[in-house]
């Protein structure tokens, strides 16, 4: 029998399944909404309800776009070099890299890394879009920014073999990038000096 009327308890069981959040702070979140004014919880619930429905994948980068928008807004920018691709794991580290303001290509995401051992291959990775977009010929230079892990590594070490002869310049982001840790949580400068530092694989 729970302890707490069962709404109370529906949204701190949700709560707790997000990541970063144990038991006691779920209760707090509820408690806090709880008390709040109403249009609190109801602009939350809404923003919860838009999420998804009103997002989805870029057609050319598979970055997050408004649903009623094809290509994001990197991908239609005339401000964006689209001779310069920066390969990337996941749309939260197009945002890491566009907080250094200090990258004007594109980007192209891969949602995810290659991993045999949870079965992850290249067809599971936006990695065909990718060689699509290479030999459409508009691309000059690959920056492969996956994460410095044991996985990151592989998969860029597997598109610079897929990339191999294309005539484009391959590149990886310099090291300085925390091993084993992810783009999304280095700093700004760090992130700048790899950019600048990057190297030439081909
Ligand atoms: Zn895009």
């Known amino acids: 029998m729970p302890v707490m009327p069962e709404p109370i308890e529906n949204l701190t069981l949700a709560l707790e399944r997000l990541p970063g959040i144990g ?6 979140l509820t408690f806090f909404l709880l008390r709040a004014p109403e249009e609190v919880s109801l602009a ?5 309800t838009a999420l998804k429905s009103s997002t989805g994948l870029c057609e050319e980068c598979f970055n997050i776009t408004r649903s009623d928008q094809p290509k994001c807004e990197i991908c239609v920018s005339d401000k964006r070099d689209e001779g310069m691709l ?11 890299l566009e907080r250094t303001a200090g990258y004007f ?3 192209h995401v891969l949602h995810g890394v290659l991993s ?3 079965g992850i291959g290249p067809e599971d990775l936006k990695i065909r879009p990718l060689l699509e977009r290479v030999h459409a010929g508009k691309v000059r230079e ?3 920014a996956t994460n ?11 598109l610079q073999q897929q990339l191999a002869g294309s005539g484009v310049r391959i590149t990886r982001l310099a090291r300085g990038l925390p091993v084993g840790g992810d783009l999304e949580y280095a700093d700004q400068n760090t992130l700048l000096r790899a950019l ?3 190297q030439d694989l081909s």
């Open 148 to 158: 410095p892990s044991m996985e990151g590594d592989a998969t860029a070490l597997y």
């Open 105 to 107: 290509g594109r980007y």
């Open 86 to 96: 920066c390969v990337v794991e996941e749309p939260l580290d197009v945002l890491a």
């Open 44 to 48: 939350l619930a809404e923003a919860l």
């Open 142 to 144: 690959i920056i492969l």
């Open 196 to 198: 600048a530092g990057r």
């Open 23 to 28: 038991p006691k702070t779920a209760s707090r």
């Open 116 to 118: 045999p051992i949870e």
